[in-house]
């Protein structure tokens, strides 16, 4: 049962941008809006680490390794979530999960690769 779908994931310059989406098609609109949703990533031999969340009522968090650069944005009515990387890094490099949580579930998607050429 795939809960969340991620996009946007792919190939990119040191310094551009690029732009992530994690969509929900199967929750409704009241189950969605439980959950912190976030993106967490996990590099080649790394564990997986908190990139960024968000709550219902879009208040956020990021790892410092991002501040500045990241942005993470949720839209209740569409039931997505996104997350928009500017000046992006090698070690930037890594597959990105979204993430739904609340103190009951915690759900993932299957994961989406981006990689940052120098």
């Known amino acids: 049962q795939v809960l969340l779908v991620e996009s946007g994931g792919g190939l990119v310059q040191a310094g551009g941008s690029l732009r992530l989406s994690c969509r929900a098609p199967?929750?409704?609109?009241?189950?969605?809006?439980?959950?912190?949703m976030g993106w967490y990533r996990q590099a080649p031999g790394k564990q997986r680490e908190l990139v960024a969340t968000v709550t219902y009522n879009r208040v956020t968090d990021y790892a410092d390794s991002v501040k500045g650069r990241f942005t993470i944005s949720r839209d209740n009515s569409r039931k997505t979530v996104d997350l928009r990387m500017n000046d992006v890094r090698v070690d930037d490099t890594g597959t990105y999960y979204c993430?739904?949580?609340?103190?009951?579930?915690?759900?993932w998607g299957q994961g989406t690769q981006v990689t940052v050429q120098g």
């Open positions: 993430n739904a949580y609340d103190s009951q579930n915690d759900y």
């Open positions: 199967r929750l409704i609109t009241s189950v969605f809006n439980q959950y912190r």
